[in-house]
């Protein structure tokens, strides 16, 4: 049982972190039908951003992350330009340039990364001395409290932005029926620049909170966490902003407990077995809607 | 107030609109009659700016300013469709396309969206007076209206702008000849409140009905036109579109 409860926390965890990449995923595809496959990169210079911003100004935690987070918010609205909008301008661009131009923006940002940096992975400087807690027979360290903390925080954030405000309802709207959103007078381009923003917002925090989980840093970090946030949004339902939270959070627990079962050489791989089942199962995911429908 | 020229549009290789032009006059109601396929939509998502015009040399001005064509200076214009609420332009779409995840409340709030003023509870006071239905029913999910309902909250998101012109697309579409009756009486009363409005129809009776004047389309011309009353004595409009 405290073993049980000892993975669930470390699930928790690592889920976090799936859950607030996956957030970005699954709000730019609900607005614009369309998977930023950068995200997993622009995670990466989140966490690179944090670990220069410690070394080399002494930054403390907060200061990280949220240096991180304007960094990737301000990268995100470039990719946004760069990468996409000219194709949603084009006539003949269909939806397999814009997947290709994703991946296309996801490998020149690791490779700026490796030319900047080097491809060696860099420890994380200690920002605070790490503790363990025990809770009910399982133990559960500070470093996890914060990575679980400020995850949740930010979702609630979110959360709040996306069902109050009044941008936060044009996007809503926009999701629903695009036509109807621009006849009320919403700016779509304006709109998806604010969603790929948020997104990359969130994935800069979740870079620097694994930096310092892991202490490990390096260019091409971003390729697998980025697939599994993707897995997770798929699970979670693309498109649902609570399907991202769930996904991520499963994601994270799937994994950990396969290490449990001493299946760690697969670690990797329980994420994608979990996306194969689901797309072949329930296309729609857990909280997603049934009919995706877009133009 | 809304004036067309030669309007042509199409669609990929299809062509919609064989260069129509038509005018709407402050205070007027004009109906846009024509059978199913003839371009009525076609017409109202041009001036909306969710479809352009497929020639320059088409025209499109609202209240003196270009929306699509040369201005004045000859420079060509073409309207995003997100600044013609703001202008005074408020679209209730064919099939109402209200949003469905939202609330009631929610889906008026984005009628209002354009506006900058903090003065909503007046806007919402009006709708709710002219459908009381919407007040009842502020706090539930639209998708879960009936289609009279639905009808009635695209209308009402709409008048939450306080718009100049109101393009209304087959309002009736679906209705049963009750709440068509109801729904064309609000029209008129859209109307006399000083709002100007173009009405695309099928149910050619009911449109002339209210209408000041009419236009008849189609397969992408304007066929006839004129004096809402004219239209519905003449012989050929009798047979094509009131079914005699
Ligand atoms: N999105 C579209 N793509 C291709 N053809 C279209 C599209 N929308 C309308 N059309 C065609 O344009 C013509 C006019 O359609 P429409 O304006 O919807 O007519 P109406 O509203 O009078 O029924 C029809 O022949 C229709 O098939
Ligand atoms: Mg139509």
Redesign the pocket.
């Known amino acids: 049982m405290a073993q049980f409860l000892q993975q669930m926390v470390n699930g928790l965890a690592l889920g976090s972190i799936y859950a607030l990449i996956a957030l970005g995923y699954t709000m730019v595809y609900g607005i614009i039908a369309l998977i930023n496959f950068a995200y997993g990169e622009i995670y990466m210079f989140g966490a690179f951003t944090g670990l220069f911003l410690v070394l080399t100004w002494k930054a403390n935690l907060y200061l990280a992350i949220f240096g991180a987070m304007a960094f990737t918010t301000v990268l995100g609205l470039v990719v946004e330009r760069v990468a996409y909008r000219p194709l949603r301008r084009s006539r003949n661009a269909g939806r397999l340039s814009a997947l290709i131009s994703a991946i296309g923006a996801s490998i020149f940002l690791s490779t700026l990364m490796v030319l900047l940096h080097g491809p060696a992975t860099t420890g994380f400087p200690t920002l605070f001395q790490n503790r363990n807690f025990v809770l009910g027979g399982a133990s559960i360290s500070l470093y996890q409290i914060l990575i679980i903390g400020v995850s949740a925080l930010l979702m609630v954030g979110l959360d709040l932005f996306v069902r109050y405000t009044k941008t936060g309802r044009a996007m809503r709207a926009l999701s629903q029926d695009a036509d109807a959103a621009a006849l009320m007078g919403v700016n779509t381009d304006l709109m998806i620049a604010i969603t790929f923003a948020i997104g990359s917002a969130l994935a800069g925090a979740a870079g620097v909170l694994a930096g310092i989980y892991f202490n490990a840093v390096q260019p091409y970090m971003g390729l697998m966490a980025g697939l599994k946030a993707f897995a997770a949004a798929v699970l979670g339902g693309i498109g649902s902003i609570p399907g991202a939270v769930v996904g991520g959070l499963l994601i994270g627990l799937a994994e950990i407990m396969g290490v449990a079962a001493k299946l760690s050489d697969w670690k990797d791989a329980f994420a994608f077995a979990i996306l194969i089942l689901v797309l072949l199962v329930k296309p729609s995911g857990l909280l997603g809607r049934s009919i995706i429908k877009k133009v | 107030m809304l004036v067309i020229k030669d309007l042509q ?1 199409s ?2 290789a ?1 062509t ?2 064989h260069g129509i032009s038509l005018e709407v006059r402050e205070g007027e109601i004009v109906a846009l009659i ?12 041009t001036i909306s700016g969710l ?1 352009r015009p497929a020639l320059r040399t088409s025209r499109i001005t609202f209240r003196g300013e270009t929306l699509f064509g040369h201005d004045a200076n000859g420079k060509y214009r073409a309207a995003l469709p997100h600044r013609l609420v703001e202008m005074g332009i408020s679209h209730v779409p ?1 099939g109402r396309r209200i949003f469905p995840a939202m609330t009631v409340r929610e889906n008026l709030l984005m009628g209002a969206y354009s506006r900058r003023d903090r003065r909503l509870s007046e806007a919402f006071e009006r709708v709710y007076v002219r459908f009381p239905r919407l007040k009842e029913r502020a706090g539930q999910v639209a998708g879960t209206l009936s289609g009279g309902e639905q009808q009635m909250l695209a209308m009402g998101r709409a008048l939450m702008s306080r718009p100049r012109l109101m393009l209304m ?2 309002p009736s579409m679906g209705l049963a000849p009750m709440l068509v009756e109801e729904i064309f009486s609000i029209i008129d009363e859209i109307n006399a409140d000083g709002t100007t409005v173009l009405l ?1 129809e ?1 149910n050619a009776q009911m449109a002339l009905s209210v209408a000041d004047r009419a236009y008849v ?1 189609e ?2 011309h304007i066929a006839l036109s004129g004096a809402a009353e004219e239209l519905a004595r003449d012989e050929s409009v009798r047979k094509a579109y009131l079914g005699e």
């Open positions: 549009v669609y990929g299809i919609a609109l024509g059978a199913n396929g003839a371009g009525k939509s076609t017409t109202l998502r479809v064919e697309d087959e695309v099928q389309l397969t992408g």
